[in-house]
């Protein structure tokens, strides 16, 4: 019987964000809790299990831990040495380990170690040897490095933005995984960095569109395993910053070079047009004002991207809150506001109450705008728990924490105690928000809402105003990153 090994460690890292991911920002799982507590989601766990569900005479998959966290600032050492000396230590004693399946990001940085996962991928190589695969999915936004594609046999990145295709990218991971120790295929990995740093830019416009269209057909190839784009991650602030390609070839190391470096070449000839106009705030308004005016029934969905917790952002800036309430502005809904103690404020009122509330704006003023002091009524409070009905990951959990919904002058405010991105309509229908019944939704998120939110909406408008995830790097003061030219 084959033994493989199954560990998660995950994080997207902005290097902007001043809240690290420490041990209270974790959710961590251990041993068979890690299979146990991902019944019924779509994680990259599940993929892994359904690969090899019919395989058991033949295959043991071993869990030892699942660690996750929402985008923050960098990972604490202690988080980071926990996690990673958990799997070299199951690895050490627990061994021989046939295969290693990991559930990765790839975007994440360290207190102490920029490149983490490079430095976990090292160590586990040096632990394995070079004859076992180490095959690991990723976020397309990985900023992949060298020494993570020197120190893995095969890395699978998701190629939607948004993330529709993330299940599928982990299901094609265990796939390659057993083929591998089938001896059906022997991965080798062509590595391109592109140093170019991309906006947060969904796939569904140009060029990227054409890009990933060239990486299927270069897929069509014979010998061709996988294909893949990764966007990186320009908030993570690391040296080895951008862009970059991901080959794999069966047993052809200079073919999977090869189609990395071409693909690589294409889009930096054409990085001048991988760029995003954005709205700012009031322009935004008015654009939806207009659309507004031409009649209809759908709603315009403005999205702040600044303020994506998704992408590390904090998720209480009220720029558009203000001008909502300055310009008079009704029927539009906000999705959502973190603000623990507000929220705890309607709760002690209790449903129907009025309320009046300094909202929002908690963290530092210069990129949140300050609370907005305001007057409303109570509409609804729940536990924020909801399950995604959107393509991105439909059906995980997530919990928003102690939720109020308030009417205010006309509008609608999802107040949470937790910080979440608000991409999928679930976390307003779970307050009893009707995403349908709004004039003008304001989500906090940058591109995955299109998935969920795109299919009720006349119009989506994507925003720029200040805070800790600005979706694109022009004019950003970055530390670490080093520029360079293609190689």
């Not at 991105?421 to 304001?442: E, F, K, N, T, Y």
């Amino acid at each position: 019987m084959k033994r493989i090994l199954v560990a998660g460690f995950k994080h997207e890292t902005n290097r902007f964000c001043p809240h690290p991911a420490d041990m209270k920002a974790y959710g961590k799982r251990f041993g068979e809790d890690v299979f146990r507590r991902a019944v019924g989601t779509k994680l990259d766990v599940v993929a892994f299990l359904e690969t090899f569900h019919e395989l058991k005479s033949e295959y043991e998959l071993v869990p030892v831990i699942d660690f996750d966290a929402t985008p923050s600032g960098p990972v604490t050492r202690d988080v980071y040495e926990l996690a990673v000396s958990t799997i070299c230590n199951t690895l050490t004693e627990n061994g021989p380990f046939d295969g290693v399946l990991l559930s990765l990001h790839g975007a994440m940085a360290a207190e102490h170690e920029p490149d983490g996962e490079g430095a976990m991928l090292e160590r586990i190589r040096g632990i394995v040897g070079k004859d076992v695969p180490i095959i690991g999915t990723l976020d397309l936004h990985t900023n992949c490095t060298r020494r993570m594609a020197e120190n893995a046999t095969a890395l699978i990145a998701c190629r939607e933005y948004p993330h529709t295709d993330s299940y599928q990218a982990a299901l094609r991971a265990a796939q390659l995984m057993r083929e591998t120790l089938e001896g059906k295929v022997h991965p080798r990995m062509g590595y391109c960095r592109v140093p170019y740093l991309l906006p947060l830019f969904p796939t569904e416009m140009e060029p990227l569109r054409s890009l990933n269209a060239k990486a299927r057909e270069m897929e069509k190839e014979p010998g061709v395993l996988s294909v893949r784009i990764n966007h990186g991650f320009f908030l993570a602030d690391i040296a080895d910053l951008g862009m970059s390609v991901l080959a794999i070839t069966d047993g052809d190391a200079e073919k999977a070079d090869r189609l990395a470096k071409a693909l690589g070449k294409e889009i930096w000839d054409v990085r001048g047009e991988l760029v995003r106009d954005l709205y700012d705030v009031d322009a935004a308004l008015d654009e939806a004002e207009r659309l507004l005016a031409e009649g209809g029934d759908l709603p315009v969905v403005i999205a702040d991207a600044s303020d994506n917790v998704g992408s590390g952002a904090i998720g209480d800036t009220t720029h558009f809150l203000r001008r909502v309430m300055e310009r008079g502005i009704t029927g539009c809904a906000i999705s959502n506001i973190h603000d623990p103690a507000s929220s705890e404020r309607c709760f002690e009122a209790g449903v129907g109450a009025e309320v009046e509330l300094d909202l929002g704006g908690w963290s530092d003023p210069a990129f949140s705008g300050g609370p907005v002091h305001l007057k409303g009524r109570v509409r609804a409070l729940t536990d924020g728990f909801f399950r995604n009905v959107g393509s991105v990951d439909k059906g995980n959990p997530h919990n928003m924490g102690r939720t109020a919904v308030i009417e205010s002058a006309g509008n609608t405010i999802i107040i949470t105690s937790k910080g979440r991105q608000a991409h999928d309509p679930a976390s307003m229908l779970c307050c009893g928000v009707i995403p349908s019944q709004q004039r003008i939704i304001i989500v906090k998120s940058a591109v995955h809402y299109r998935a969920g939110f795109g299919p009720i909406s006349r119009a989506m408008l994507d925003a720029a105003a200040p805070g800790y995830a600005v979706p694109k790097p022009d004019g950003m003061h970055f530390v670490n990153w080093r520029p360079v030219d293609f190689e």
